[in-house]
Structure formats: structure tokens, C-alpha cells
């Protein structure tokens, strides 16, 4: 049923960006296009992309004035008469900007989380995300619509790896994502750190001295090897394995550590309430369910 549910969601989704050309897309997508004023469209609260580049808009709204609005922004039906933008938030921005008052749009009739699906899919599909952006929306579509790794690797088009790696980065501190979200550190450099005891002041000491991906994890490699007062006992291999990928599965960081008989201690690390809250809130949801 699941596997069933993404291949329909897969050829929706292909007409909504405009890559499904069947004569029956092009007819619903003819039927379905309209212009509308500006001002009744509303952007997403649940668009993963929540960073615009200003300059980028700028771009964008030039050539709007140019060459006008060639892709119709994809919108759904709001209670109030008005419409809510599942695909384009930032095409509608930058029509603002260049003085348009009426825009393409095509209307879809569309649940909270077929409108949330597609906008995360397509924002990941366009590169339109930074990796921290990535990383949630990955991790909304693992829980919020039970994706494997695998599903979603095929949906976006990215390797199983490449999904498991992203969603590491929720697992470090505020700090670090937020200097992630400004373009400080890239991804490459915070996955390095993903690993480490202390991220925020190895993520600072990065930025500070300017260092590459391939000098990070260098200094990562020295930092780790150093003995420290109290030793403690090395983590065998599937042990190191098994908090890898639990960390991966959840976007938290995991800790495993075995009392040397048949017990041990499973700890969730946490970086501010806020998080701990949605810790909190997943586990009940888990044990209502």
C-alpha cells in the first residue's frame, strides 16, 4: 500500500513542476490554470524553505520584469476564499518585487498533507533548501508520512547515504545549525562534527581559522585520538554501528553504553527545550499509537 501511495504521489507530483507532459496532465493542467491577484495568495506555514536570499530575489524579480512569469505557482483552495501557495513561495515573492499584480497559478485540491508532501519533495528536488532545511524536511517525511531511508532516497533522487548523512546534522547543537543556516560552515564540515564531544567549540575554531572540509577532519581525527584522564573502555564495532544508525533513523544524537552484562543505558541528547519538547512529543505520539 505505502509503495502503491508513492507511485501515485510521483506522477502527481511530476505534473505539478511541470515535467509530466501526458495529454491527460496537459489537459487537467489547461482546465486548472488561472491568473489571480497577488494580494489573495498566502505563502506556506509549512514550507520547509524558510530562507530567501534577497539578492537572489532581486535576481529573480529582474527577470520576471523581463521576461515575465513563465511557471505558474501551484496553489490550493484556503476556508476563506482565498488560496494558499503549495509550490513557487519564492516566484511569488519576487513577483511582488517586480510590481506584477496577477499571477499564473494552478489550482489543485489538495489535504494539509499532500500539500505538505509535494512542497517538501519539490523544494528538495530544486536544491532550493540549505542543508539544515534539507535535513528537516527529510526528517518530516520519515515521520510524518513513514518513508524508509530507501522510499525517500527514490523519491528525491539522492542516495540512501546521502539521506542518512543530512539528517545527522539535527542530531548538533543550536549553535552549530544556526551557523549552518548562515552559510558559516557547510555541510561537509558539520557532518565531521556530528561524531565529536564538543561540535560548538570545534564548529567555532573552524570558522575562526578558515579550515577546509579535508582540514577539518584532520583536526577532528587529532582531537579525538587525544588520551584523555579517564579512558574510557572502546565501543565495539556494532555498538558504534547501531548508534549510527539509530542517530540517523531519529535526527538525534544517541548514545549506547552497555553495563557489562546484559543491560546498558540508550541516551537521547538534546541541544534546547525546544527540542527536547519535540523529544518528548514523538515518544507519546509513539506510545499512543
Avoid at 528538495?124 to 535535513?135: K, S, T, V, Y
Avoid at 587525544?226 to 554501528?241: F, I, L, S
Wanted: overall charge neutral; some cysteine; charged content about 25%.
Amino acid at each position: 500500500m505505502m509503495q502503491a501511495n508513492k507511485k501515485r504521489l510521483g506522477r502527481g507530483l511530476a505534473a505539478l513542476i511541470g515535467d509530466d507532459t501526458s495529454e491527460e496532465a496537459v489537459v487537467q493542467d489547461i482546465r486548472s490554470l488561472r491568473h489571480m491577484p497577488i494580494e489573495i495568495l498566502h505563502a506556506s506555514p509549512n514550507n520547509p524553505r524558510k530562507n530567501f536570499a534577497e539578492a537572489e530575489l532581486v535576481d529573480l524579480a529582474q527577470s520576471i520584469k523581463e521576461k515575465g512569469l513563465l511557471q505558474p505557482l501551484v496553489v490550493r483552495p484556503r476556508p476563506d476564499g482565498e488560496y494558499e501557495i503549495v509550490a513557487g513561495e519564492r516566484r511569488w515573492r519576487a513577483a511582488q518585487k517586480a510590481g506584477i499584480h496577477d499571477v499564473p497559478v494552478l489550482v489543485r485540491d489538495l489535504t494539509d498533507g499532500e500539500a505538505l508532501e509535494i512542497a517538501l519533495i519539490e523544494n528538495i528536488q530544486r536544491a532550493d533548501l540549505n542543508p539544515l532545511e534539507e535535513a528537516r524536511a527529510y526528517g518530516l517525511l520519515l515521520e510524518q508520512f513513514n518513508y524508509t531511508q530507501q522510499q525517500l532516497a527514490d523519491s528525491v533522487g539522492k542516495s540512501r547515504s546521502h539521506i542518512a548523512n543530512t539528517l545527522r546534522l539535527l542530531a548538533l547543537p543550536e549553535s552549530v545549525r544556526r551557523q549552518i543556516e548562515m552559510g558559516s560552515l557547510t555541510a561537509g564540515h558539520a557532518r565531521t562534527l556530528v561524531a565529536t564531544d564538543s561540535p560548538a567549540e570545534l564548529a567555532d575554531q573552524i570558522i575562526k581559522l578558515g579550515l577546509s572540509v579535508r582540514e577539518t577532519e584532520t583536526m577532528v581525527r587529532d582531537v579525538t585520538k587525544r588520551p584523555t584522564r579517564t579512558q574510557k573502555p572502546e565501543k565495539d564495532v556494532d555498538t558504534k554501528a547501531l548508534e549510527a544508525s539509530v542517530t540517523a533513523a531519529l535526527g538525534l544524537k544517541i548514545t549506547i553504553t552497555h553495563n557489562g552484562r546484559q543491560g546498558g543505558i540508550l541516551s537521547i541528547g538534546y541541544s534546547s527545550l525546544d527540542q527536547l519538547e519535540d523529544i518528548c512529543r514523538r515518544l507519546q505520539n509513539s506510545a499512543i499509537s
